[in-house]
């Protein structure tokens, strides 16, 4: 049966003209198979009422054929290193998954397409480094992403969130992140908690757009706002992300005035000036220099 869907059984080989004589007996077999399949629970994972808990099992990969009314799934404190593509293409009705603590570092592209009623993610406590783009496509119903934890993960995509219009919490904590664009997060219309501390910011020019975004929802945002901290650059290290006012980004809009212009041609004249002057002056002491060596040199024989 591989991991393929049960239910898939009754559609295919049973047409309209197949005579009642022979589809009886193959829906007695499929409600069987179904029976057995929603009964049918992988070895060293529990299973009831929907939920199926496989966690701390050590298990290096995923379990094969999960019941197909599965609801809750945990995959947590295994040690997972991949999820075969379409490994949840069967299970429409999941609402929880659970992958925290494995060695993942990436999901295989279209994971979540069947998955139209997933709220909840957990990836926390793993080894993912990007978040790539369109890493939750389809997964519209995703209330919470959770990829705190993920010492390694540096870079989001600006479009690693593109269409979670149900998004409410995402937790971006205690990863490896010094930079994260605004792009990323004004896709998520609902946004409510975000958790960015225990990441090593780097509060430059780059980051103001973002942090004037976040300063306006700070209420709403961050449950974790003491915990955000500047790494860099030197004169903002260990400075709280939210303590950064429209002043401390006040050099990242430096304009010129027409005096400021005036004086760097004037001193731009001045300079140029000044090397020619130096130039004509070497030019003479080393002709200078030349002629009386040759004239020393004549003398000499
Ligand atoms: C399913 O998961 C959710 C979220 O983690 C949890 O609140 C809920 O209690 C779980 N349901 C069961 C029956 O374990
Ligand atoms: C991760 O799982 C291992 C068992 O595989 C467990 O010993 C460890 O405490 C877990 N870590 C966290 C942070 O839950
Ligand atoms: C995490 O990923 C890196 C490569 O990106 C790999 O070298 C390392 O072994 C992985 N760690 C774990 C715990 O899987």
Redesign the pocket.
């Known amino acids: 049966m591989g991991t393929g869907c049960t239910w898939l059984w009754g559609e295919g080989p049973v047409s309209r003209r197949s005579s009642a004589m022979l589809l009886t007996p193959f829906l007695i077999a499929m409600a069987m198979a179904v029976s057995e399949a929603s009964a049918r629970c992988p070895v060293l994972c529990t299973c ?4 199926v ?1 496989c966690s701390g099992q050590r298990l290096f990969s995923v379990p094969p054929d999960l019941p197909l009314d599965t ?2 799934l ?1 995959l947590a404190h295994n040690r997972i290193t991949t999820i075969p593509p379409g490994y949840l293409t069967c299970y429409g009705e999941l ?2 998954l ?1 992958l925290r603590n494995n060695s993942l570092a990436e999901l295989p592209a279209g994971l979540f397409l069947t998955a139209k009623r997933l ?2 993610l ?1 990836l926390s406590y793993n080894n993912f480094s990007h978040v790539v783009a369109n890493m939750f496509q389809e997964a519209n119903s995703l209330v919470r992403i959770d990829l705190s934890h993920n010492p390694c993960l540096r870079k989001v995509h600006p479009q690693a969130f593109r269409g979670l219009a149900q998004l409410r919490d995402l937790d971006l904590s205690h990863g490896g992140l010094s930079f994260l664009s605004l792009e990323a997060l004004e896709g998520l219309p609902v946004l409510v908690t975000l958790q960015i501390g225990g990441n090593p910011w780097v509060c430059g020019c780059t980051m103001e757009p973002l942090l004037k975004w976040l300063r306006n929802r700070i209420q709403r945002c961050t449950s974790d706002s003491q915990l955000a901290e500047c790494r860099a650059p030197p004169e903002v290290e260990g400075a709280p992300l939210f303590s950064l006012t429209e002043e401390s980004f006040k050099a990242c809009h430096l304009t010129l005035t027409l005096d400021d212009y005036l004086f760097i041609a004037f001193v731009g004249f001045v300079v140029s000036i000044a090397s020619v002057a130096t130039n004509f002056l070497l030019g003479i002491t080393a002709n200078c220099c030349h002629r009386w060596s040759k004239a020393s040199e004549d003398e000499e024989i």
């Not at 009831?48 to 939920?51: A, D, I, K, P, Y």
């Open positions: 009831r009422s929907h939920v808990d609801r809750n945990s609402r929880v659970d709220a909840h957990d």
